[in-house]
């Protein structure tokens, strides 16, 4: 099956600085993927849709000059968080779909999720 | 916004014993997917069923959908202590984003 990785899986960083955290779609393009971010013991909320070769689409909420999202190839995304804060500090997760000639009832393929500490 | 939203929030049972989640939806669907967490860990998908199928069987795994009343039920029967997760239902209107609900923490005590 179609495989999403995601990378670093765990980082520590100081406030005040920038984390760039990866997304690829190793077996399929993935012209649309998702960036969702989950609190402890809460569900997945999306934060943005990254379009290839487009400006991505957030979610009501989220900044976009501090979470930056480039999806500059039909297989990469990335999630920048900016100026990271304490509060910043969660679990940062990734998902595409693979839909061949915009077929729909297709499953979703999550990264293995990026644990971000801003110390 | 979320849209599904799990019941119980949490559940332990043990060992062998069978696991009922339900989750509720508010808007007409296409498909509904049930995902599972295990702990710090991406999500894994477990079974897709489509608006117009009522029952689906995966191994130990047995979803419903009753769309009349938006709401569908995961069962894992048998269940081993390796089922110790936290379980997702997400419903998808198309090719847009999925929406997740809050999700079960099924703990299997051994």
């Known amino acids: 099956g179609a495989v999403v990785s995601q990378h670093p899986s765990r980082v520590i960083c100081k406030s005040g600085t920038s984390v760039k955290i990866e997304c690829r779609s190793l077996d399929f393009q993935a012209t649309t993927m998702f960036w969702y971010r989950q609190f402890p013991k809460q569900s997945l909320m999306l934060m943005a849709t990254s379009n290839e070769g487009s400006k991505a689409t957030y979610e009501q909420g989220v900044e976009k000059d501090k979470f930056l999202i480039n999806h500059a190839s039909l297989t990469l995304s990335t999630l920048t968080v900016t100026s990271a804060h304490p509060e910043d500090s969660s679990f940062y997760i990734c998902s595409a779909r693979d839909l061949p000639g915009g077929q729909m009832n297709t499953e979703a393929f999550f990264g293995q999720g990026t644990r971000l500490t801003v110390v | 916004s979320q849209q599904g939203e799990e019941d119980p929030q949490a559940l332990s049972i043990q060992e062998g014993e069978n696991a009922t989640m339900n989750c509720s939806y508010k808007?007409?669907?296409?498909?509904l997917q049930w995902y599972r967490q295990n702990s710090g860990r991406g999500l894994v998908h477990l079974i897709l069923?489509?608006?117009?199928?009522r029952e689906k069987h995966s191994g130990r795994l047995r979803v419903t959908l009753d769309t009349s009343k938006k709401s569908s039920s995961l069962l894992i029967t048998a269940s081993r202590a390796a089922d110790t997760a936290s379980y997702f239902c997400?419903?998808?209107?198309?090719?847009?984003?999925?929406?997740f609900g809050k999700g079960t923490r099924l703990s299997v005590i051994a």
């Open positions: 069923i489509r608006s117009n199928e």
């Open positions: 808007t007409s669907i296409n498909n």
């Open positions: 997400a419903t998808d209107l198309g090719i847009t984003p999925l929406v």
